[in-house]
């Protein structure tokens, strides 16, 4: 959802990061969120008008083919762009045992481990995403373990 305002751009997202054996699922669009960013995607839908953001991270587990998965809060992000453009990211995570069935849009998908991630240029967002990628892959939440 893109907020305009009299300062900028309010731009919100939920990402989610599903994970099983130690690896990250990360998929390739037919048709990318951004048209001008191909290549690897940790999912990342936009965050609709008044949805709530772990609402938005369990309709994108149903999408992956999760339904029933609980995701768990990793952490909130917020960073300003050129152009008065404010991004706030919701980062969740959640533990899988079994391969997801993505919707049509999805091309391709793949597991990574941490030491079989992508290079930064084939993510979709660069350095960001492959950054963020290993923060989900070692994020632990109290009480827990990664599958």
């Not at 404010?86 to 069935?101: L, N, R």
């Amino acid at each position: 959802m893109s907020l305009e305002t009299d300062e900028g751009t309010l731009k919100l997202f939920v990402t989610l990061g599903a994970r099983r054996q130690r690896r990250l699922l990360l998929v390739q669009y037919e048709v990318p969120p951004s048209a001008d960013k191909p290549g690897w995607w940790i999912p990342a839908p936009e965050l609709a008008w008044g949805r709530d953001p772990y609402e938005q991270a369990l309709a994108e587990a149903v999408r992956l083919g999760y339904p029933g998965e609980t995701p768990r809060l990793m952490d909130v992000e917020s960073f300003m762009l050129g152009d008065g453009l404010w991004q706030v990211i919701v980062h969740y995570v959640m533990d899988v045992e079994t391969d997801p069935a993505p919707g049509p849009n999805v091309r391709e998908w793949r597991w990574f481990a941490a030491h079989e991630l992508p290079e930064a240029a084939s993510f979709a967002h660069r350095r960001w995403d492959a950054e963020l990628a290993r923060r989900m892959l070692a994020f632990e939440a109290l009480g827990t373990t990664p599958a």
